[in-house]
């Protein structure tokens, strides 16, 4: 793994040290990933949705909010995503889950405390699944989720998708110029069916917290999922934002503040055991 920030600068959202790492993966890929340092040693890791990055608005201003309340955090690109090494890939979910857990124990080793994992969309899916499998960081924070993973791939994908990936082994989704923005294969389309979210809420041990934030009108992922995390997840908490959307486009304030009340108010009440 990297031992040194491979660029250090400033970053005029941020109050605290602003410094790009290269974190690698189990099979050797670069991870880049932002350090927003607010000298605390305790770490809170953001993950990015479906075809995002680091640069994501949501959790660039999450890193902010955690820095002016003392909380450092690092947001990264998923492999195949970003500035990260590695080939896009659809599905990808049990991966990304272990791009996660690289840089736990990057960060681990360096002598932090991740204190929280913060995942939004699909990052949602990636913090779930490690805290299924690893269950050692104490609080999970779950935004706009998907639980039921057979749903919204029509929407993305075109209605005859499933004949076409029967049939040619490929589907090529397009922009509305009609350029290639990526392949879906089977494999990855069975990724994608393969990975059961049911199965992995209810894995998640008790001693990890989790909080599922999700708009009452998003459009990309139904409410209902969240619901039903929250009948799943043995120790959870929900929170509906009335009238958001997938991105929170308009309620980022009360997003910020209900991730950072759970992870505030989850770590005094573990410094205090």
């Not at 104490?138 to 998907?146: A, C, F, K, L, T």
């Not at 309620?251 to 770590?267: G, R």
């Amino acid at each position: 793994m990297a031992e040194n920030p491979i660029q250090t600068s400033t970053h005029n959202s941020s109050p605290g040290l602003v410094q790009k790492y290269a974190i690698l993966n189990t099979v050797g890929e670069r991870l880049i990933g932002i350090l927003d340092d607010a000298k605390s040693d305790k770490l809170c890791v953001l993950c990015h949705g479906f075809r995002s990055s680091k640069e994501d608005i949501t959790l660039c201003n999450l890193a902010s909010t955690f820095v002016q309340e003392g909380l450092s955090s690092f947001r990264f690109d998923f492999s195949g995503n970003g500035e990260s090494d590695g080939e896009f890939r659809y599905g990808n979910y049990q991966k990304e889950a272990e791009d996660l857990r690289s840089v736990i124990l990057f960060w681990r080793n360096r002598g932090q405390e991740v204190v929280s994992i913060v995942g939004h969309s699909k990052g949602g899916n990636a913090v779930l699944l490690y805290a299924s499998k690893y269950g050692d960081v104490p609080n999970v924070v779950n935004i706009s989720g998907r639980l039921a993973l057979e749903r919204g791939m029509a929407k993305r994908l075109g209605k005859n998708f499933v004949q076409e990936i029967e049939e040619k082994g490929v589907v090529f989704v397009k922009d509305e110029s009609g350029n290639v923005e990526y392949q879906v294969t089977r494999e990855s389309w069975q990724d994608r069916l393969n990975t059961d979210m049911k199965s992995a809420a209810l894995q998640i041990p008790e001693t990890c917290r989790v909080l599922t934030v999700h708009g009452s009108k998003d459009e990309i992922v139904t409410v209902e999922d969240a619901y039903d995390f929250d009948k799943l997840i043995s120790s959870h908490t929900l929170r509906i934002v009335q009238g958001g959307d997938h991105t929170f486009r308009f309620h980022q304030k009360e997003l910020q503040q209900l991730v950072l009340h759970f992870i505030k108010t989850n770590v005094q009440t573990r410094a205090l055991m």
